[in-house]
């Protein structure tokens, strides 16, 4: 059974700094052959990706609202994924999904190409 577990949440004060992990477990194949996507859900607002990593490859894809600020990167040893952020503003306000399957080129991150999913981490930040 494939798991995607998502850690590093939590409520930090606007211009600060935090890093989400994803650690994944149960995967058929090996997680060198996955794409790993992080999606975003705010309150009242639709989900939307924010950054993907192609482990196939190592390409990595951010949304515009957040390059510059978010980092995307894998440890394929550890099966972990891990999203640096800096410079949080409130708008980043969301619960945090990561998502393993594959990379489906588009004009934005998209949650087409996701199989599995994990459940979410709160992250809230105060201005």
């Known amino acids: 059974e494939v798991q995607l577990v998502e850690s590093g949440g939590g409520l930090v004060q606007a211009g600060g700094s935090l890093r989400l992990s994803c650690a994944a477990s149960g995967f058929t194949f090996s997680f060198d052959d996955y794409a790993i996507g992080w999606f975003r859900q705010a309150p009242g607002k639709e989900r939307e990706g924010v950054s993907l990593i192609n482990n196939r490859d190592g390409s990595t894809y951010y949304a515009d609202s957040v390059k510059g600020r978010f980092s995307i990167s894998s440890d394929n040893a550890k099966n972990t994924v891990y999203l640096q952020i800096k410079s949080l503003n409130p708008e980043d306000t969301a619960v945090y999904y990561c998502?393993?399957?594959?990379?489906?080129?588009?004009?934005?991150?998209?949650?087409?190409?996701?199989?599995?999913w994990g459940k979410g981490i709160l992250v809230t930040v105060s201005s």
């Open positions: 998502a393993a399957g594959d990379y489906v080129p588009g004009p934005k991150i998209m949650d087409v190409g996701m199989d599995y």
